[in-house]
T-cell receptor, first 115, second 116 residues
């Protein structure tokens, strides 16, 4: 069955530091993977998605994620954190579950940026 | 932005009363979903629909029912609200075909429901 695990419910980094949010998935091949961001009191917005065309996926706001099949991982990174990156981030996998397309989310990682 | 509207955006209701949340889309997408978001649990699927009058249960469907009489509308009903149903509810839509399988889901702005 498709599932995702996000390691770390809270991550705190300094402004300008590297951001690394971890996601491991369990899915049949091929996995359809997504990262979403949620700013306070808002809905979820797509950051990036894995399309199988390239293992390194670039998204909005300077974020990128690398698909590693051998590690079943899809970690999200940004080289230099900005205060505006403070939000909650969700990794998700989509697949056929009980005969229908469903999107399964991880538990989320809250990112805090320290000045 | 995808055309998804949730109503109401905020609601306070009493225990034992029925509550209906509405999701309206203008994208003509086939799939519609209702999720609830709670701290420490991420988003959990309540019910989903894969077409008009075609609905099925998600992982946390107890106490909820849904209806989809038109492509654009997906209603979530709490039959008799309980305090454990206090949550933020999100509607999502997606369009998936044999050609376009990695299309993302688009989310509404959410409905904050408080059961007192």
């Amino acid at each position: 069955a498709q599932s995702v695990t996000q390691l770390g419910s809270h991550v705190s980094v300094s402004e300008g530091a590297l951001v690394l949010l971890r996601c491991n998935y369990s899915s049949s091949v091929p996995p359809y993977l997504f990262w979403y961001v949620q700013y306070p009191n808002q809905g979820l917005q797509l950051l990036l998605k894995y399309t199988s065309a390239a293992t390194l996926v670039k998204g909005i706001n300077g974020f990128e994620a690398e698909f590693k099949k051998s590690e079943t991982s899809f970690h999200l990174t940004k080289p230099s954190a900005h205060m505006s990156d403070a939000a909650e981030y969700f990794c998700a996998v989509r697949g056929v579950i009980q005969g229908a397309q469903k999107l399964v989310f991880g538990q989320g990682t809250r990112l805090t940026i320290n000045p | 932005d995808a055309g998804i509207t949730q109503s109401p955006r905020h609601k306070v209701t009493e225990t034992g009363t029925p509550v209906t949340l509405r999701c309206h889309q203008t994208e003509n997408h086939r799939y519609m979903y209702w999720y609830r978001q709670d701290p420490g649990h991420g988003l959990r699927l309540i019910h989903y629909s894969y077409g008009v009058k075609d609905t099925d249960k998600g992982e946390v469907s107890d106490g909820y029912s849904v209806s989809r009489s038109k492509t654009e509308d997906f209603l979530l009903t709490l039959e008799s609200a309980t305090s454990s149903q206090t949550s933020v509810y999100f509607c999502a839509i997606s369009e998936i075909s044999t050609i376009r399988r990695n299309t993302e889901a688009f989310f509404g702005q959410g409905t904050r429901l408080t059961v007192v």
